[in-house]
């Protein structure tokens, strides 16, 4: 419990019509699982770690075993528990939101 894990993502660097090079990135979805589904109907990809040297291999080409690790993440490696909202970050945003704005 408590152990770190990772999201399948996908990263690229590529040029904007205007020319400007962008590096993006996204964090795949999947159908969720039953500990996430009572929340959300999707959640993020999370990788099994026998599938990280499978998806961070860059010469891997065959969708077909790229899908196989591609799955929602085993329920029984998960828990859940409430959470509530951090009052504190959202006053310190309307904080900021608030002041005014000082010309240069």
């Not at 904007?16 to 109907?41: F, M, Q, R, W």
């Not at 993020?44 to 499978?54: K, M, N, S």
Request: with cysteine.
């Amino acid at each position: 419990m408590g152990a770190l894990f990772a999201f399948t993502g996908l990263w690229d660097r590529w040029r904007d019509t205007g020319g400007t090079c962008l590096t993006t990135c996204s964090i795949l979805t999947t159908t969720p699982n039953t500990v996430t589904l009572a929340v959300h109907d999707h959640m993020p990809e999370i990788l099994d770690p026998d599938g990280y040297d499978l998806w961070l291999d860059p010469g891997m080409r065959n969708l077909d075993t790229v899908g196989e690790v591609m799955k929602p993440y085993d329920t029984r490696q998960m828990h859940s528990h409430p959470v509530s909202i951090n009052h504190a970050i959202h006053s310190f945003y309307t904080h900021l939101r608030s002041r005014p704005v000082l010309p240069d």
